[in-house]
């Protein structure tokens, strides 16, 4: 029985053999009588279909499961192909170009309409990115600017939206669930994109370079490229969660290597001018990086060096899809191989994302147990007030607008309605909870104080009090509330409406009254 492979064996990462035919059926040169030999600039693979960009203009769209060319796109030619990416939940494609032009096309019927999007400016487009429903579409150009499009197929209608200005040249896009990832030459934002708020990776700016980032699969966290053969990675929010330092790791005397069958490769030694650039998903916790001719498998939980390899040529782009890595490089016969990496390694990391899957499971589940027992406890500790049927609920960890832990806010009121002021952004809330209080009171016009809070005696069963006596009363239940200067208008306004309500007339300062209006 053969020993299984660990990390830092060679072949961890290889090109498997037989070459799929796919690989094989991209055209080598271009034109009529005049022929042009083809220069790839850039590539996309989704589930099994990949597409691949040329310098001539022309976007090639091959199924992988056939070893078919079933699209061929060339109605810019003569302008280089920037970036291409595949959205095979709707089977259509984007690719921008270098004088900015962006086209949106379907890549299985020839009928579906065609979106051309042309900038007046002309600053190519450099990343690009689809939402993972597939209905958005967000582009970075070197401008910085970042646009949003978002696409209804079945009606045949676009939206364009600009959604940032970066202020510096668009690097790389990566997009989960709600959240875009945004790298430019100066730094990395995160932006919400059902809110629009905007949050700069980590609180240091670092020095220019085209340093990536991209979010892992399952989108729980982003890996960031960083100076000095570092990577970041970081949370939902921002917020840098771990710092993995490779320098010494790649520095060591060798390297476990990538074997292929197809180009000349050699060991990566180490150079001091080594960064890392773009970042790929590969995996669940594995990365994809390169710097000119270079290119690294890195596994950033562990600090480790899956694999490595040097080519002849420098390489022109990369895109990852499940366990496999597409290479493209300029300059040799054949200019993209397939890399996969080894099922043992694919194995293991199946097994440590289970893991980690429970995991939350688990811990949600404990968190939601946490919630439900400070939801019993805040129930025992509510008090029905008798005299106006609203309920004070005491929430664990917070303060009152004093800041001091013993008073508190009745339920639904905001601290700018208690104190008698607008409370500016918080107007809208303060006024629902303002006409809920209202309705509360006003609700049941025929019926005793004790119907209202859920008594069910009849009112002949007791004397009825006179108002004196009741408002005696609440004066007593409510002297300590009305100690606190931030709460006393709105407990002023609450006795006055609940006096009208037994003697028929209208408070001062309700709705209608000369101090309300």
Known sequence: ????????????????????????????????????????????????????????????????????????????????VAAVRLNITHD?????????????????????????IRKRDGHPVNALVWSQDGSYLYCGYASGRILQFHFDFEEGVMEATPVLECGSPVVQLSASRQLLLISTLARTWLLETDSGRVTQVGTRDRKPGGFGGC????????????????????????????????RDSLASSRLPSIPTHTW????????????????????????????????????????????????????????TSGSCIYVLCGGVGRPLVRLSVHPAIVRADAAASESRQQVEVDSGQSTLKDEGESKAVSTESCRVDELTGASEVEVPGCESPAGERGEREPPGLDASVLAGTSGGTDATPASKAESFELQSLQSSPDKSPEEESGSQQKPSAKPRPTPELLLEGMKVELRELREMTVLKPALDKLSGLFYAKIVGDKPRGAPGGQAGD
């Open 264 to 319: 000349s490769v050699s060991p990566a030694q180490f150079s001091d001018s080594w960064q890392f650039s773009l970042v790929y998903p590969l995996l669940s916790r594995l990365i994809v990086t390169l710097q000119e001719r270079t290119l690294w498998v890195l596994d950033p939980e562990n600090i480790a060096v899956v694999g490595a390899m040097t080519v002849e040529h420098p390489i022109t782009a990369i895109a």
């Open 92 to 116: 259509h494609i984007a690719y921008g170009m270098t004088d900015g032009t962006l086209r949106v096309e379907s890549i299985t019927k020839h009928t579906l309409k065609k979106y051309t």
């Open 1 to 80: 029985m053969s020993e299984a492979p660990k990390v830092g064996d060679d072949g961890l990462v290889s090109e498997p053999l037989p070459i799929p035919a796919a690989l094989q059926c991209l055209p080598m040169e271009v034109g009529g009588l005049k022929k042009h030999t083809v220069v790839y600039s850039c590539l996309d693979a989704a589930g099994q279909s990949l597409a691949v960009g040329s310098e001539q203009g022309y976007v090639w769209v091959v199924d992988l499961s056939t070893g078919r060319l079933t699209r061929e796109l060339n109605d810019f030619k003569g302008t280089v």
């Open 215 to 246: 979010f892992s699969p399952s989108g729980g966290v982003a890996y960031l490229a960083r100076p000095g053969l570092r990577v970041w990675t970081a949370d939902g929010t921002g917020k840098v969660q771990m710092t993995s330092k490779f």
